[in-house]
């Protein structure tokens, strides 16, 4: 049984590589730009509305009574979401650059690391948003164990499950 999916597949004798569907290269990179570009604006969305709030607590009046610990992580946890935000808007920039090249199976391949990166910032950018605002409603030790936690489940959501599946269902060869 061939494998789904771009990544895998067998090798026809002619050496062209066969995944499971009748699509050329181009078509095949045309496909996995479109859901890159589907998962992409998903991710964004969320992430331009987190970074949205983290501007707007510097200008709050509770911000100013924040101890040296806290303006770190608020500092930090801003930076990360820029970094975010620019590791998930990178992919249309690099189209934008490269289109027109006949390098479109080299854009899927670099768009989606940009991406993967993005999601890797995200996961840093929630866990400090979470340990900043942990730290001020709740006043106790409680709150590395609460990030944690969170934290441990956000990684099985958004890598284990995931790498599970691929182990689990490996193509035949």
């Known amino acids: 049984m061939a494998a789904t999916g771009g990544q895998g597949g067998r090798t026809g004798p002619g050496g062209e590589q066969h995944n499971g569907r009748e699509e050329s290269a181009d078509e095949r990179a045309d496909r996995r730009w479109n859901e890159l570009l589907q998962e992409v604006r998903v991710t964004q969305t969320g992430v331009q509305i987190l970074f949205g709030f983290l501007l707007t ?15 770190t992580i608020y500092v930090i946890t801003v930076v990360l979401g820029a970094a975010t935000t620019g590791a998930l808007v990178s992919p249309v920039s690099f189209h934008r650059i490269v289109s027109g090249r006949r390098m479109k199976p080299q854009t899927v391949v670099w768009a989606g690391r940009l991406t993967m990166v993005g999601v890797v910032l995200l996961l840093a950018t929630v866990t400090c948003a979470l340990l900043l605002i942990l730290r001020i409603a709740l006043h106790n030790a409680a709150v590395p ?14 890598f284990g499950l995931p790498g599970w599946a691929l182990h689990r269902h490996k193509p035949r060869e």
């Open 57 to 71: 607590v510097v200008f709050t009046p509770r911000f100013a009574t924040l101890d040296d610990t806290d303006h």
């Open 145 to 158: 164990w609460l990030v944690a936690g969170v934290v441990a489940w956000l990684v099985l959501c958004w």
